[in-house]
């Protein structure tokens, strides 16, 4: 029991992220996959009819993740597309 304890006073001492700063930044992180993908689909990555696919499902995938976060910071902050881009 004590070994939670102390797991629990060293968790306070954490600085976490906001909700905000969490999803600005796991907004970033898709972003740049998906830029990745379509760089890589330009330039022939795909080696076969099916790892394209796999590609295109995949920046669909990331497309609507970032569309939801962006709509869920609409809701609480004011200038999205500024916080985003920066």
């Known amino acids: 029991m004590a070994m939670f304890d102390t797991i629990q006073i060293e968790v306070k001492h954490i600085n976490f992220m906001?909700?905000?700063?969490f999803a600005k930044y796991i907004y970033k992180v898709l972003r740049e996959r998906e830029q990745d993908i379509a760089s890589a689909l330009a330039h022939d990555a795909a080696k076969d009819w099916e790892q394209y696919k796999l590609?295109?499902?995949?920046?669909?995938?990331?497309?609507?993740?970032?569309?939801?976060i962006k709509a869920l910071l609409?809701?609480?902050v004011d200038d999205v597309e500024d916080l985003i881009s920066s």
């Not at 906001?18 to 700063?21: A, F, K, M, R, S």
């Not at 590609?55 to 939801?68: F, H, K, N, S």
Request: glycine share 14%; hydrophobic share 30%.
């Open 55 to 68: 590609m295109v499902g995949e920046i669909r995938g990331l497309t609507y993740a970032r569309e939801e």
């Open 74 to 76: 609409e809701n609480h």
């Open 18 to 21: 906001d909700g905000v700063d």
